[in-house]
């Protein structure tokens, strides 16, 4: 449950509203939803709506999540946020920047 309060957290200090409970929430700010699923299995990734959704994961599944959106190849904008500890990374699908925090 760890992952998902990070999740919470991250979204909440960027200055988006957090709504639901449980590892999928909507992250809204002005203009923008956010479709939010934290990642902690890679069986079977939650079905997304919306035209934005991202992903927080663990570091050793980032890869992983990575390498299977591209072969889903989604038809909405994605973004993969690493929690490592109390940092995170965010990855952005191509042609996005890389952003640190």
Not at 35 to 40: D, F, K, M, N, Y
Not at 80 to 86: K, L, R
Request: charged share 25%; proline share 8%.
């Amino acid at each position: 449950m760890r992952l998902v309060e990070q999740a919470r957290s991250i979204f909440a200090d960027m200055g988006y509203t957090v709504e639901g409970n449980g590892p999928e929430f909507r992250a809204e700010r002005k203009w923008k939803v956010v479709h939010v699923s934290t990642v902690l299995e890679l069986d079977e990734l939650p079905p997304a709506t919306g035209q934005f959704h991202c992903f927080v994961a663990q570091p050793e599944d980032a890869d992983s999540l990575e390498a299977k959106l591209e072969r889903m190849n989604p038809n909405y904008e994605w973004a993969i946020i690493v929690v490592d500890g109390d940092d995170y990374q965010v990855e952005r699908a191509p042609p996005g920047p890389h952003v640190s925090a």
